[in-house]
């Protein structure tokens, strides 16, 4: 079982970068595919990027290709979600997620399929 901490969050205005992290504990993060999700004030928690087990895939939901990327640094097990260009609809919370699908090149991006969560961390992006 792994235990997943976000932090990184704040502040920033429009056009601002921000770089959050999930620090895994536990279980290394190259066990699973790594997933990065949003809920925004009166909303349903959404898909942002996802990365596989291989490390070799990942996956954006449109409204951040191009502005966000998601990596990894397996020795210090983190996972991190580089934001650039942030706009004020980017305020949510963000959550890091963990995944073990059977298929290592698999970058989860269906809520339901993970099975660890941690507790967020908030964005805030100023006009």
């Known amino acids: 079982q792994v235990q997943l901490v976000e932090s990184g969050g704040g502040l920033v205005q429009a056009g601002g970068s921000l770089r959050l992290s999930c620090a895994a504990s536990g279980r290394t993060v190259r066990t699973y595919a790594m997933g990065w999700f949003r809920q925004a004030p009166g909303k349903e928690r959404e898909f942002v990027a996802a990365m596989s087990r291989s490390g070799g895939s990942t996956a954006y939901a449109d409204s951040v290709k191009g502005r966000f990327s998601i990596s990894r640094d397996s020795a210090k097990n983190t996972v991190y979600l580089q934001m650039n260009s942030l706009k004020p609809e980017d305020t949510a919370v963000y959550y890091c997620?963990?995944?073990?699908?059977?298929?290592?090149?698999?970058?989860?991006?269906?809520?339901?399929?993970?099975?660890?969560w941690g507790q967020g961390t908030q964005v805030t992006v100023s006009s």
């Open positions: 997620a963990a995944d073990q699908p059977y298929d290592v090149f698999r970058a989860t991006i269906v809520e339901e399929q993970y099975d660890y």
